[in-house]
Antibody
Framework: EVQLLESGGGLVQPGGSLRLSCAGS????????MSWVRQAPGKGLEWVSG????????YYADSVKGRFTISRDNSKSTLYLQMNSLRAEDTALYYC??????????????WGQGTLVTVSS | QSALTQPPSASGSPGQSVTISCTGA?????????VSWYQHHPGKAPKLMIY???KRPSGVPDRFSGSKSGNTASLTVSGLQAEDEADYYC??????????FGGGTKLTVL
């Protein structure tokens, strides 16, 4: 059974940093692209960032480019999102999501339950 | 990329059919057959219901179907059941490894 478990969320001041983690199990982690998707309070879903199975290819939404960094440690079956220069508008529930293949992600076949990030002074 | 446009709400009685639309642009929905739909019960992980416009993952009832015409995709839920009440989101591949989502539709089973 595929499981994705996010952690690392919390309350942080504007301009601060936070690192999210997502532990994957039940599948061969290094053969699938992974992504982060977020949902701000009362809003819809927003794709944030994606990474290929090897970790060599990384992609970002314009809203986070230059501030967030996605990475993965395949030896630990774990996905990360380093978030710097956080803004109030980054407040959201952050989901880890698995792509259907190694590189290009056209949809997400499994999701975690999310970790909440609140940016406030 | 701009978000895809979905109606904020939809409803139907048990046993009826309901269709949710998802309108994008020629650069996303209109250009790729990579539209997907997700069911989301608040507090739970979103669940993939339809991918590549009309394909159903294993375990998804055939009451759920998807289609696309031009820049607009649709999700139809037939034989509505109480457990279908949830938020539904569409998504489309938009090129260069980017994906765009709709704003979500709250489906109410009356």
């Amino acid at each position: 059974e595929v499981q994705l478990l996010e952690s690392g969320g919390g309350l942080v001041q504007p301009g601060g940093s936070l690192r999210l983690s997502c532990a994957g199990s039940g599948f061969t982690f290094n053969t699938y692209a992974m992504s982060w998707v977020r949902q701000a309070p009362g809003k819809g879903l927003e794709w944030v960032s994606g990474i290929g199975g090897s970790g060599n290819s990384r992609y970002y939404a314009d809203s986070v480019k230059g501030r967030f960094t996605i990475s993965r440690d395949n030896s630990k079956s774990t996905l990360y999102l380093q978030m710097n220069s956080l803004r109030a508008e980054d407040t959201a529930l952050y989901y880890c999501a698995k792509g259907p293949g190694f590189s290009v992600t056209t949809h997400f076949d499994f999701w975690g339950q999310g970790t909440l990030v609140t940016v406030s002074s | 990329q701009s978000a895809l446009t979905q109606p904020p709400s939809a409803s139907g009685s048990p046993g009826q059919s309901v269709t949710i639309s998802c309108t994008g642009a020629s650069s996303d929905v209109g250009d790729y057959n990579y539209v997907s739909w997700y069911q989301h019960h608040p507090g739970k992980a979103p669940k993939l219901m339809i991918y590549e416009v009309s394909k159903r993952p294993s375990g998804v009832p055939d009451r759920f179907s998807g289609s696309k015409s031009g820049n607009t995709a649709s999700l139809t839920v037939s034989g509505l059941q109480a457990e279908d009440e949830a938020d539904y989101y569409c998504s489309s591949y938009a090129g260069s490894n980017n994906l765009v989502f709709g704003g979500g539709t709250k489906l109410t089973v009356l």
